[in-house]
């Protein structure tokens, strides 16, 4: 079974809070794959489950907290993530690069208005020393998988202004 299937099939059959758990495991597996292929570091299996535990203790943390003023600096805003319009998705993707190994993980989050993950995905890809180009993939790899599951409209939220304006400039010049 493909990973997005199964994260589908998951999402329906776990509860919400299981779900997270889940998908946080999944990532803290990866991390810790990642850091034995490009570190030759070797995690324990414990300290896996117990680093996926603390980053979901340290979300649910920060949501709870989410518009308080508890940063580090006095009056600065706290980022919260942004539900999209009602009937419509918010498709999450970045990417990791690792230029000594010539390789880039990207992966992608879709969540409903409620801020339920919907679906998930990961992959690598080679990494040509342009993170411009490796954001971009992301992106398209987003697309690809709201389409792939039908979940649409959906906003696609990422951090390359580049890559934004890249595709402004195309969608432009199509009209």
Request: proline share 4%.
């Amino acid at each position: 079974m493909e990973f997005s299937n199964l994260s589908i099939h998951l999402s329906s059959t776990f509860t919400k809070d299981e779900f997270e758990e889940w998908v946080v495991l999944c990532w803290s597996i990866w991390l810790a794959r990642n850091h034995l292929i490009y570190c030759n570091a070797i995690s324990e299996p414990q300290a896996i489950v117990v680093r996926a535990a603390n980053a979901v203790n340290s979300f649910r943390a920060d949501t709870l907290q989410c518009g308080t003023s508890k940063s580090i600096k006095p009056n600065t805003p706290r980022l919260c993530w942004q539900s999209p319009p009602p009937s419509w998705y918010k498709v999450n993707v970045d990417a990791a690069v690792s230029s000594k190994e010539d390789r880039a993980g990207i992966g992608v989050l879709v969540r409903n208005l409620e801020g339920e993950i919907m679906a998930a995905s990961i992959c690598k890809v080679i990494f040509s020393e342009d993170i411009e180009f490796v954001k971009a993939v992301t992106v398209q790899k987003g697309i690809q998988l709201v389409m792939d599951i039908e979940l649409a409209p959906a906003i696609i939220e990422f951090d390359s202004l580049n890559v934004i304006n890249l595709i402004s400039n195309k969608m432009h010049n199509r009209c």
